[in-house]
């Protein structure tokens, strides 16, 4: 292969959930990812592009480890129900040089890292989340590892 792959994604959580104790709880939520896809080669000459979508609920369970009084170690664990909507199309050359699809994809996400308090209902995390999806009616696989920051507000 002599060419280049350029990936981007953008990720939108709306989580609420309850803490049953101060360090365990549970959560529900929706996700929404978005991907734009470019693969070159050989490099600079021809193009394949693409997008992606996923987005549906999701439901799982978190836990954290106070370090201290503004700081905690978090951990979360879910699973994802998501529609799967993608487009493609590369050069007129290229067998299935256009092509689309949707799928259903489930799958797992585990996220862990340092949570810091601000104040009594304002927080910002830094972690380490890795995500896998795979599709119902299509070999379709989707997987992230990657570095996550976010920022939380409670009541």
């Known amino acids: 292969y002599d060419g280049k792959e350029t990936i981007g994604r953008t990720d939108l959580d709306l989580t609420a959930g309850y803490m049953f104790t101060p360090n365990f709880g549970a959560f529900i939520g929706y996700k929404s990812i978005s991907g734009d896809y470019k693969d070159e080669w050989p490099i600079g000459t021809q193009y394949a592009t693409g997008d992606l979508t996923m987005s549906g609920p999701g439901f799982?369970?978190?836990g954290n480890i106070p370090f201290s009084d503004a700081v905690a170690l978090y951990g979360s664990l879910a699973w994802m129900l998501l529609d799967y909507e993608f487009t493609y199309s590369?050069?007129?050359s290229f067998e299935n040089a256009a092509?689309?699809?949707t799928d259903d994809v489930s799958g797992a996400s585990f996220e862990i890292?340092?949570?810091?308090?601000f104040n009594e209902h304002t927080s910002a995390n830094v972690g380490i989340k890795s995500q896998a999806f795979t599709?119902?009616?299509s070999d379709i696989t989707?997987?992230?590892?990657g570095l996550t920051a976010g920022v939380n507000y409670t009541f």
């Open 142 to 145: 989707h997987s992230f590892v």
């Open 113 to 117: 890292g340092l949570a810091f308090l």
């Open 60 to 62: 799982g369970i978190l």
């Open 135 to 137: 599709g119902s009616d």
């Open 90 to 92: 590369g050069p007129d």
């Open 99 to 101: 092509n689309s699809g």
